[in-house]
């Protein structure tokens, strides 16, 4: 038809049958042939990156508590089959005397039969750090200065995507709850909480989310009850000077936003200090299909006045 008009681009992709030649010219162009989403990086170990992670694995072993709760966040790139609660991901894993005794898979927001599935603890990342750091193309690692674990690191090429992260740990024993599990349970931590009589003490609350008005660990002081005094813990790395008026100032005020937000929010995992009945870390995902709409509360270094 003479009257069409002719525009744009057409692209075809061919493709040659694979022979010895054309494996050999593939290798002299590409650097080799790789299996994607494999578990084996395309280079060698890094030895700096190495040296680090074997010293924080020897801090680890000295100073690591025998049981802890700590969310860890690893990615693999693995699409394959899993498990109905999949133990890759956000998990918020409890360790008690060296054994994984709970696990929350937080964006499914269901429990990981440890019958069935291995979890991954801290003791795991740092052979997984190790793996990560022979990627070909970038690579990194960051350790936790208190404690030695492999607080971030990744790796990738053309055969790993490999990342992990530790977004919270608390030492000690502690439960972590569920949904309706909080909702029947938390009558009982904040009768546990009352009962230990401790009206005067300081904490850092470390708050966590994509909103506006900073974020970060803050220190806070209460006296008979009262919230007296308020500060971030690192002025520095925060852009707003006013603490947002959202975070709670005392404990029995993070007992009152878990008990508000868990029948408003789609998903909410408490994990609660099996001594003192407060909650230690508490993560609300208040649409489950929205997104940067989470928040993370982690409380840590509860000291009572003169203690």
Do not use: K
Not at 42 to 51: K, Q, W
Not at 117 to 124: A, L, M, N, P
């Amino acid at each position: 038809d003479a009257t069409l008009v002719q525009s744009g681009m057409a692209v075809v992709c061919a493709s040659e049958r694979w022979t010895v030649g054309t494996a050999d010219t593939w290798s002299q162009w590409f650097g080799g042939t790789v299996a994607p989403g494999g578990t084996e990086p395309e280079g060698e170990p890094d030895p700096a990156l190495v040296a680090d992670i074997e010293a924080g694995r020897a801090r680890w072993r000295q100073a690591a508590p025998g049981t802890y709760t700590a969310t860890i966040d690893v990615q693999d790139g693995d699409d394959g089959p899993h498990t109905e609660c999949p133990a890759r991901g956000s998990v918020r894993v409890t360790v008690t005397d060296g054994a994984p005794t709970s696990a929350v898979n937080l964006q499914q927001g269901c429990r990981i039969d440890l019958d069935a599935t291995e979890v991954t603890t801290i003791d795991d990342l740092f052979d997984l750090a190790v793996t990560a750091s022979g990627a070909a193309g970038e690579r990194g690692v960051t350790i936790d200065p208190t404690w030695g674990y492999p607080a971030s690191f990744f790796g990738y090429d053309r055969a790993v995507e490999l990342e992990g992260a530790v977004t919270t740990f608390t030492s000690g024993p502690s439960t972590t709850l569920i949904g309706d599990e909080i909702t029947t349970g938390l009558d009982e931590r904040r009768d546990r909480w009352a009962a230990a009589g401790i009206e005067d003490y300081r904490f850092v609350l470390d708050w966590q989310c994509f909103c506006i008005g900073g974020t970060g660990p803050i220190e806070l002081t209460v006296t008979d009850g009262a919230p007296t005094a308020a500060s971030w813990l690192d002025p520095g790395s925060v852009e707003a000077e006013e603490i947002p008026p959202e975070v709670p100032r005392t404990i029995d005020a993070v007992f009152d936003l878990v008990e508000a937000e868990t029948p408003a929010s789609d998903l909410v995992v408490a994990t609660f200090d099996d001594q003192l009945g407060h909650p230690s870390t508490v993560y609300f995902d208040r649409l489950r299909n929205a997104v940067d709409d989470e928040l993370t509360i982690v409380i840590s270094d509860l000291q009572p006045a003169g203690g």
